[in-house]
């Protein structure tokens, strides 16, 4: 089946513009997140859903990052005024995100982001 | 506070030449580790889920183990193709946030 999609596969801005990024996670999946990922670092957790409400937000960096998810679905992270430390890969996971579940996470192919 | 360290940071072996890669861990209470793969570019692919200590799976020439301490990845007679970026994470029970490592990241020559 298909897996989790993300679009656009590479995007570059140029400082203080505003950049929105897609994922579209396995269906039926129930959970979501979002992961960025610099050069040489770990996976670095941003925001969690739960269906289309985020109990857990703490990973976003500042208040010029936001996400939402729509339908239980598609889910859009959004970062205005980008800085060049915002320069990134951008990862996607989703997983069936019941209490008891194995609740594996599967990631889609990122986003790379380049600011100017 | 929940906590994982990958070793080594890099590897290289030639074909053939097998050999394990640690994932350590803290974790208030296992719910499960993970190892992933990840390619240059690419988003990491689904390698195993460990849930408990002793447990153990195999893929291929690949060998994922769990002590209540740390995870090995065993790599049996590497080819070039197994050169990717190994990641492990943890999944504390009661919690959905996964806990990832750096990686390691493993050559093998022809």
């Known amino acids: 089946g298909a897996g989790v999609s993300q679009s656009p596969s590479n995007k570059v801005t140029e400082k203080g513009k505003d950049v929105e990024l897609r994922c579209d996670p396995i269906s039926g999946h129930t959970a979501l997140y979002w992961y960025r990922q610099s050069l040489g670092q770990g996976l670095e957790f941003l925001i969690y859903?739960?269906?289309?409400?985020?109990?857990?937000k703490s990973g976003l960096p500042s208040d010029r990052f936001s996400a939402e998810r729509t339908g239980g679905s598609v889910s859009t992270l959004t970062i205005q005024r980008t800085q060049q430390e915002d320069s990134a890969v951008y990862l996607c996971a989703s997983s069936w995100g019941g209490p008891g579940s194995t609740d594996t996470q599967y990631f889609g192919p990122g986003t790379r982001l380049t600011v100017l | 506070e929940d906590q994982v360290t990958q070793s080594p940071e890099a590897l290289r072996l030639q074909e053939g030449e097998s050999s394990s890669l640690n994932c350590s861990y803290t974790v208030s209470g296992l719910r499960g580790l993970f190892w992933y793969r990840q390619d240059p570019g690419k988003g990491p692919e689904f390698l195993f889920t460990l849930y408990s200590a002793g447990e153990e799976k195999e893929k291929e020439r690949l060998k994922a183990t769990l002590t209540k301490k740390e995870s090995f990845l065993h790599i049996t007679a590497p080819k070039p193709e197994d050169s990717a970026t190994y990641l492990c994470?943890?999944?504390?029970?009661?919690?959905?946030?996964?806990?990832f490592g750096t990686g390691t990241r493993l050559k093998v020559l022809a």
């Open positions: 994470a943890v999944q504390a029970r009661g919690t959905y946030k996964y806990i």
């Open positions: 859903f739960q269906g289309n409400s985020a109990p857990d």
